[in-house]
């Protein structure tokens, strides 16, 4: 099934991936203010290896629920829980594509770079705003469609296509082939640090599913549904091509 083997992927890649704390913290302020966060009650869906469910929890939220599918991932965040003792969080194993929670149950619903690694994206947010109250908000970071994307798509399809073990010596040479132009064009902040540029080769490049959208469907979808986009920023990575844009959006109407 295509989700195990998202979840095993994710297992390998990220388990052992921790972005920086203070600079993920700074890009979550450009959503949120702790004054915002208050006895909210929220779900981090796909939430790797839980270090927004811990800038959540941290903030004076009531609870913070962290889903998944990697089990490797939530182990890595059940230890950061730990370590920052905050026991209002919960890493659950579950998929987004069919949530245990009950309707209009979250204030709050942050989705960072998750639902284009589902099956069925567009599913996956009807989920998420099911279990999202009236009033409250959702965050999507969803991968840009651009008129490079299918040259992205072209080399992902052709190196998933290699035997796994060879995976990490490949992405540690596109890597070095890769750094001189990364450096070159370096145009803006990357929105999480702590990440070498050999695990972004391999989150981007030999995941089994990703999906693209251009910003218009997705605000399209949030307005049919009856949200309000407060906030919108067109790329959070350093390319347009590789880069995640952003929705904040309210539950205005049922
Ligand atoms: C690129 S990572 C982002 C992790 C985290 N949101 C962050 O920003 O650090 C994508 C995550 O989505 C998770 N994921 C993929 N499909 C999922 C599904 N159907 N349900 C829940 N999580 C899923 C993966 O296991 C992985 O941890």
Redesign the pocket.
């Known amino acids: 099934m295509d ?1 195990d083997r ?2 095993k ?3 390998v890649v ?1 388990t052992q ?1 921790l ?1 920086e704390y203070r600079e ?1 913290e700074k890009h979550w302020r450009l959503f949120y203010s702790p004054e915002e966060v208050q006895n909210t009650r929220v779900l ?9 469910s811990v800038i959540f929890a941290s903030h004076g939220t009531s609870q913070v629920v962290g ?4 089990e490797g ?1 939530l182990n890595t965040g059940r230890k950061l829980k730990k370590k920052f003792g905050l026991n209002h969080i919960a890493f659950q194993n ?4 069919n949530l245990p929670f009950p309707d209009e149950h979250f204030d709050i619903v ?6 284009h ?3 069925d994206p567009i599913g ?1 947010i009807k989920e998420l705003i099911r279990v999202l109250k009236r009033g409250g908000s959702i965050l999507l ?1 969803v991968y840009t469609r651009t008129r490079l994307t299918f040259v992205h798509e072209l080399i992902r399809k052709t190196l998933i296509r290699t035997p796994r073990k060879y995976w990490r010596s490949l992405s540690r040479i596109l890597a070095a082939v890769l750094s001189p132009v990364v450096y070159f064009f370096k145009k803006r902040e990357k929105s ?1 640090k702590g990440e070498t540029l050999e695990e972004l080769v391999l ?1 981007w490049y030999f ?1 089994p ?1 990703r999906h693209y959208f251009r910003p218009q469907e997705i605000q399209n979808l949030l307005e049919k549904e009856g949200f309000t986009v407060e906030k919108f920023l067109p790329a959070s990575g350093r390319f347009d091509s590789t880069s995640n844009f952003i929705f904040k959006a309210r539950k205005t109407n049922p």
């Open positions: 989700k998202v979840g992927f994710y297992d990220w991936y972005p993920s981090d869906a796909g939430c790797g290896t839980g270090l927004f889903i998944d599918i990697s991932s579950e998929s987004m594509l942050w989705a960072w770079g998750t639902v690694h589902t099956e996956s970071a999480r989150d995941v599913i």
